[in-house]
């Protein structure tokens, strides 16, 4: 991959997460913290949901592509996203209400049917237009909210910052971005989706075999971002600090465009060579970028006074930068460790990933319960901060067990990394 390619992943990363974070400001302050925990709950099932149906047709579908066609694993992952959304329909509806059931099912069957084919656009390499479409759904997401937003007062000349919007009409705005960009990236697909429908094949063995292992991973890591939300709320019935924390993982996952970004360029990297040395190394290398970059965010954070949470949040947000704070070793943590399990993912050591995974959740789970109903919010940060701990000693020590004679090879130079950066802005610029 040049260094343009990844340099524009990470641009259209950043500029991804800008617009994310955008579209949560404007429903912490048009929703209030209570209504943010509302929603944080929908797409926790939401989220859960995709988790499943990611057993198939999740990111092991990049490396699935690798050895075997389109037609043996595109119409299963499909068969398999519509299972799991009847399946958690029924299962919410039984559990909880149905308008709890409605507002997922909603907002998860286009994600997770979006999820599949950003997963067979990394397999083909065909990065530049999944940046495009994650990039447009952002913007396509804000432009319905404001729309619902403006019509829900229509002929009230209120700024935007007095605007008021429900759960539902949130929902459908997301429901339908997902359902817009599905479209745009069907388009995009739609010959090798065609072959993949009319030559259908058996779906080989390993797709699930290894998407189970791979998978087990990734829902252990989903519980342990999204489970405090849940104990928040059922266990204490509090939603506004479920709003609050939903919000400083928000703030987490903006610092963490860092590692996401290097994470996405290294897998693609290691996917595509066969020397072991170069694999290790480069992990190694982005690690330190990825590093340096989170921890200047979390000193910048660090000097913003609180009174600036609460303007950009809205009244009620009052404590979300201690609670951001405290969830700094959790943020450095999973940005150190999010190499390493992109290496682990990328060489199919999925049982490893699976065994830290699990053990930061449970490490997670048992302290939360003990300093959540003491503590609450601050309980659940601490409880974060240990489990993800845990989670990147274990991983890196399964990176040094395949690689025990591993060192960077030259030097870090951060002033070449800044010159390649210039060098490609001012070449994006000359042809703007």
């Not at 929703?31 to 092991?60: H, I, K, Q």
């Not at 290398?285 to 590093?291: C, D, E, H, M, P």
């Not at 704070?325 to 990933?353: C, T, W």
Request: proline share 2%; with cysteine; net charge positive.
């Amino acid at each position: 991959m040049s260094n343009s390619s990844a340099l524009s992943t990470f641009l259209s990363q950043l500029l991804r997460t800008a617009l994310a974070a955008v579209f949560v400001v404007l429903c912490s302050r048009w929703m209030g913290p209570e209504g943010r925990g509302e929603l944080g709950l929908v797409l926790f099932w939401a989220g859960l949901l995709a988790t499943a149906s990611d057993y198939v047709g999740g990111s092991n579908l990049a490396n699935a592509l690798q050895r075997f066609s389109m037609a043996s694993v595109l119409p299963f992952s499909i068969f398999w996203a519509v299972l799991i959304v009847i399946a958690g329909f029924g299962g919410l509806c039984y559990c909880f209400d149905s308008s709890l059931a409605w507002n997922v099912t909603a907002i998860s069957l286009p994600l997770m049917l979006l999820n599949i084919q950003y997963n067979l656009q990394q397999g083909l390499a065909m990065v530049r237009q999944r940046n495009r479409l994650q990039l447009g759904l952002e913007v396509l997401k804000l432009l319905l909210l404001f729309l619902f937003a403006s019509m829900m007062h229509r002929g009230d000349f209120e700024i935007p910052c007095m605007f008021n919007i429900s759960l539902d009409k949130v929902v459908v705005a997301l429901a339908l971005a997902y359902g817009v960009i599905l479209l745009f990236s069907t388009g995009l697909l739609h010959h090798e989706i065609g072959l993949s429908f009319k030559n259908k094949q058996k779906p080989p063995q390993s797709l699930f075999s290894d998407g189970f292992w791979s998978q087990n991973g990734h829902l252990a890591q989903f519980l342990a971002y999204r489970l405090s939300l849940y104990s928040l709320t059922y266990l204490l019935g509090n939603h506004k600090a479920a709003g609050i924390y939903a919000n400083a993982l928000l703030i987490a996952d903006a610092i963490w465009i860092f590692a996401n970004s290097f994470g996405t360029i290294a897998h693609a990297r290691i996917l595509r060579s066969k020397n072991e040395n170069f694999k290790a190394d480069i992990i190694l290398r982005y690690t330190i970028f990825a590093l340096a970059g989170t921890i200047v965010a979390c000193l910048f954070m660090a000097i913003l006074p609180s009174a600036v949470f609460v303007w950009v949040f809205g009244i009620g947000f009052e404590t979300l930068k201690d609670t951001a704070l405290l969830l700094i070793p959790a943020i450095l943590a999973v940005a150190a460790s999010s190499l390493f399990s992109h290496y682990l993912h990328a060489v199919n050591r999925f049982k490893a990933l699976f065994v830290a995974n699990v053990c930061g959740l449970v490490l997670q789970t048992a302290v939360g319960f003990w300093l959540i109903p003491h503590w609450d919010i601050y309980g659940a940060c601490l409880a974060a901060d240990a489990g993800f701990i845990l989670s990147f000693i274990l991983v890196y020590a399964f990176f040094k067990n395949q690689n025990p004679q591993s060192q960077l090879k030259g030097k870090i130079s951060f002033r070449l990394l800044l010159k390649v950066c210039m060098r490609f802005l001012k070449v994006r610029s000359a042809s703007l």
